[in-house]
């Protein structure tokens, strides 16, 4: 009987907690917080700049976003809110809404507050446009708000209704009505009320008028139409319903896979990003050079500019000559993190003289302001031309509740003054980035210019938020600036500064990532009977094409003894149920597939997939599989039951159990050769095993 789950929140004890049990609700119940205590307290200043854009609300922010959670700044936006999503199963596609109107004023008050909060209003096609011409008075507005004027009764709200309600430009319909001499509120109820139920979009209403309006208020409400007293509050209503539709469109979107998801690095790239951070804290420094921070990028496929080290002016002369003119040349310095504020950068050189003295400039400035130990040398590197591109921050900083936070936004050296930035909590996939990117005022700069390669921008914050996640040992990290061009080299790193947590802090007590990582300790090589290799791991949500292929390969017998009845293919392929199996929570259920990859076409295919669903309340879990057709009696099964097994050993499960139909005997035998304890009754058997 639950619609809409509204929260009062002060704070949140365990942050993966929350965000998991919130993630499993979001997409079937709405979810609407109110957080007190939004005013930002005076913090530390960080070592990076990183550190001081990911404010704390900002954070709250994206973690709300990342898991489907509606936030709302006022009570009675909450208590509205959770009223029109229990009465509205349509949700916007978008914000663009449609004003219909018999009073100019409250439309032009309705399209204030529809824009200010985000929204716009829907142009009207030419098709609505000569519909309406026939069906209105020859001066009504042609154009949206469509006021219909003050004489507009009934019938003539009807037409317009009826004109406006299937445009394809529009996202939703806000009927406004204002008490008239021709006006009959409770009969335009009436008839709003029976249009509503054929409507393709949300409608919301505003019935003006107090007492002179409350039957037909009365009507709507009952009929499930969200109605206000006042136009300016359904807009903003209407923009909030966009807003978390768009939230969960983004939670449930199929990403583009990211090469393999950076789940096979290599072992060389493990050992020289090992070899970085063992060598800093052997030498007692937090902060890496600047060299060392850009091979750790490099590591992730993130785009770094050639640098080289020069500890004396003849040297740095020699790698300028090296590179070709024109050069930067750059402090390098184990206590100093940020080089332009202490004048350790000199640009467009274009020759021998001119890195000799900037050489023994920055070296005479470092060595008399800050002592002998902050000047180790400079670095040189190629002078990039910056007139086509623009320069972005890309960083992570720790949050103390929700762990590791990724950050993007206008770079340079006027990020703190552009202050254009926007948080997201990692892992990131390719839908995720883009988000990312759209909550800056930088994204319709980058949009207006085709040239601009945003989809790799999307994979390069993919490998960003891979490389946060996978090397705790890192504190802080800034790529600032990012050039982004149009032509080559598209994306590179020009400057990078990475600060690490000291050797003597035990990784353990630091926040743990407020959603899990993708499991890759359950990724496992293994052979078919056959010989066929195949990759044993954990599912993703990238794999949803991959699925889609797989259940075009079951039998109808494999699909009922899965499911207890037969599914047609087209609901088994269902996005809206795929999104279920692909894009889960780690931390609620497991899920491998076997993956065979073709070396020669280099396509993947899913042979198999086991599921292991924890139970609420127990400690325990359920299993099932389904294996292809053709690639069953090959020890896949049995393989895939082994390997669930073993995560639930891992995961602290103290039982795992299954219902499986009588006539399923191979299942039976499975479970039974893997220790099981079979229960038989006429209606199933009942498989469970005990964990140690």
């Not at 980035?433 to 601009?452: M, V």
């Not at 073993?646 to 005997?665: C, F, H, K, P, S």
Request: a negative charge.
């Amino acid at each position: 009987h639950t619609h809409s789950i509204v929260i009062y929140m002060e704070s949140i004890g365990d942050a993966r907690s929350f965000l998991s049990a919130a993630r499993e609700v979001a997409l079937t119940k709405p979810m609407i917080v109110i957080k007190a205590g939004r005013t930002p307290q005076a913090a530390e200043a960080a070592v990076c700049h990183t550190g001081t854009l990911a404010g704390r609300d900002a954070v709250l922010d994206a973690a709300f976003r990342r898991c489907g959670v509606l936030r709302v700044d006022q009570i009675s936006d909450l208590f509205d809110l959770a009223e029109v999503l229990a009465k509205q199963t349509r949700r916007p596609q978008g914000q663009r809404l449609t004003i219909i109107t018999n009073a100019g004023g409250p439309g032009v008050l309705a399209t204030d507050a529809l824009v200010a909060t985000g929204g716009e209003l829907a142009t009207l096609s030419a098709e609505t446009l000569a519909t309406l011409n026939q069906c209105l008075p020859s001066h009504w507005s042609h154009r949206n708000p469509i006021d219909i004027l003050e004489d507009a009764d009934p019938d003539r709200y009807t037409h317009a209704i009826q004109g406006a309600m299937h445009d394809p430009n529009s996202d939703g319909l806000l009927v406004i009505l204002s008490p008239q001499a021709m006006t009959n509120p409770t009969q335009t109820a009436e008839r709003l009320q029976q249009l509503a139920k054929s409507a393709p979009k949300p409608v919301l209403a505003s019935w003006m008028g107090g007492a002179d309006v409350t039957q037909g208020e009365m009507i709507l409400n009952q009929a499930g139409i969200a109605t206000y007293r006042y136009p300016d509050a359904a807009s903003r209503l209407f923009n909030a319903m966009g807003r978390y539709s768009y939230t969960l469109q983004a939670l449930y979107e199929t990403p583009a896979l990211v090469d393999d998801g950076g789940h096979s690095r290599d072992r060389s790239d493990r050992a020289v990003i090992a070899g970085l951070v063992d060598q800093a804290l052997a030498e007692g420094r937090s902060l890496l050079t600047e060299l060392e921070a850009k091979a750790m990028l490099r590591a992730y496929g993130i785009p770094a500019v050639e640098s080289s080290l020069a500890t004396t002016a003849a040297a740095a002369m020699a790698q300028a000559e090296r590179l070709g003119w024109p050069v930067v040349v750059k402090l390098v310095s184990p206590t100093l993190t940020h080089k332009r504020q202490v004048a350790g950068v000199r640009l467009n050189l274009c020759c021998g003289e001119a890195v000799e003295a900037a050489f023994a400039d920055i070296a005479t400035t470092i060595t008399s302001q800050y002592g002998p130990e902050a000047f180790t040398g400079v670095t040189v590197q190629p002078m990039v031309q910056r007139q086509q591109g623009i320069e972005l921050i890309l960083g992570s900083s720790l949050d103390p509740q929700f762990g590791p936070v990724i950050v993007f936004g206008a770079g340079g050296s006027q990020v703190q003054l552009l202050q254009d930035s926007a948080v997201a909590l990692p892992p990131l996939n390719t839908t995720l980035a883009r988000r990312l990117i759209e909550r800056t005022r930088l994204y319709p700069i980058l949009t207006s210019h085709g040239d601009f390669d945003l989809a790799e921008l999307e994979r390069l914050l993919v490998r960003l938020s891979q490389l946060v996640i996978e090397q705790p040992r890192i504190k802080a990290l800034d790529i600032n600036p990012l050039l982004f061009t149009p032509a080559s080299p598209g994306l590179i790193a020009l400057d990078a500064r990475i600060q690490l947590h000291p050797p003597e802090l035990d990784l353990a007590q630091l926040p743990r990532p407020a959603i899990r990582p993708y499991p890759s300790q359950y990724i496992k090589a293994w052979q078919l009977r056959d010989g066929t290799p195949v990759t044993l791991r954990p599912i993703r949500p990238e794999d949803e094409p991959l699925i889609v292929q797989f259940h075009h390969s079951l039998s109808e017998e494999s699909v009922y003894f899965r499911y207890f009845h037969l599914m047609a293919l087209n609901h088994r392929i269902a996005h809206d149920r795929l999104t279920r199996i692909c894009f889960i929570d780690y931390d609620r259920e497991m899920a491998l597939v076997a993956d065979r990859h073709d070396p020669i076409s280099g396509q993947h295919q899913i042979l198999a997939v086991g599921r292991l669903s924890k139970c609420h309340g127990l400690n325990q879990a359920e299993f099932a599989l389904l294996v292809s057709d053709a690639q069953q009696h090959q020890g896949l099964g049995s393989e895939l039951l082994k390997q669930l097994i073993q995560v639930g050993r891992d995961e602290g499960l103290a039982a795992i159990t299954a219902d499986i139909l009588r006539q399923n005997r191979a299942m039976q035998r499975v479970c039974e050769k893997l220790g099981f304890r079979l229960t038989r009754s006429p209606d199933g058997t009942r498989a469970e095993l005990r964990l140690p």
